[in-house]
C-alpha cells in the first residue's frame, strides 16, 4: 500500500528546511522519516528532489510517498473486528494469544492474525499494535495501519481512555480511589514485576461495581501503562485478581487472571473525531459476576 503525505507550507514555515518540517510540522517520527529519505519520493510542488535539507516556501506543496507493508507472515486464525477505518483497525484478543510473537518461529500471534485478515481483503496495511495485552487477559487492542498514525498517537497516549474490568479476591476498604505505587522489575523471578521505591511511577484508578462473596468486579482506568500494571498493584494491596498465579491469585474459580480490556476511547488523528469502542465481557468471566450485572455494565456503545 502506497502512503501518502501533503503538506502546503504556510507563511510561518517560509524558509524550512524539508527535514526540519518533517518532524516538527508533520509529526513524522525518525525510523518514518529516514525510511521516506531512503525508500520513498519526496515531491515538492510535484517535482521529485532528493535534498531534504532543500528550503521550501509559502505556498510550496510538499507530497511524501512510501510504501507501507507488515513483514509478518500471514496466518489463517480467527479474528474479532471491534472496529475499522483507513487509520486504525481494533480487535477484541482472546485469552492464551500473546500479541507479538517472542520468537521467529511463532504463528499463532495476534499480529499473524491480523496479517492474515488483511491479506484475506486483499490490503498492503502496516501492523502497528499501540499497547499490548498479556496473553491471558482478554479485550481491546488497536492497532494503526500505518507508522505515522502510530507516531501520532504515541506522542498523545496519555489520551487513550484505557477502561478495564477485573475480579479482585476479597473486598477492599474503598469503593474507588487511585493507586500511585512505582513498579520495577523483580530481579528474582523471569517476567515478574514488583511495586519498589525504585521503579516507574504507575499510576490506576479503580471502582468497586459490585461485590460478591470472596471477591469483587472492580472497573479500572489505566493512567499509565506499565507491564502487568494493574496485576502488580492490586496484589500489593492484598486483593490479587482472581486466576493470577503470578501474582498469588486464587485459582480455583478462573484458570486465566480475571481481567478484561474493556473500553477504549480516544480522538482519531485524521478527522477529529471521538472514538468509542467495547469489547463483550468473556464467558468465564460473566459466569461469575452474574448476567444481571453483565447486563448493568455494558451498556450499548456507538462507533462513529
Known sequence: MILKLSYTVDAAHDGREIRQLASSTLGLSAKLWKHIKWNGTILVNGKAIRNVRLCVKAGDELTLLWQEASPVVPVDLPLDVLYEDEAF??????AAMIVHPTHREARDTLVHAVAGYFRRRGEAAGIHPLY?????TTGIV???KSARIQHAMTQRHGQIYREYLALARGHLDRSSGRIDMPIGRDTSKANHWQVRAD???ALTEYEVRASCPAYSLLKIHLLTGRTHQI???FSALGHPLLG???YGGPCDRMKRQALHAWRVRFRHPLTGKEIQVQAPVPQDIRRLIGPDIVSRETPFF???
Open 142 to 144: 488497536v492497532l494503526a
Open 132 to 136: 499490548r495485552l498479556d496473553r491471558d
Open 302 to 304: 456507538l462507533y462513529w
Open 89 to 94: 483497525l481494533i480487535v477484541n484478543k482472546p
Open 231 to 233: 496485576r502488580v498493584h
Open 244 to 246: 493470577d498465579a503470578a
Open 199 to 201: 521503579g516507574k511511577r
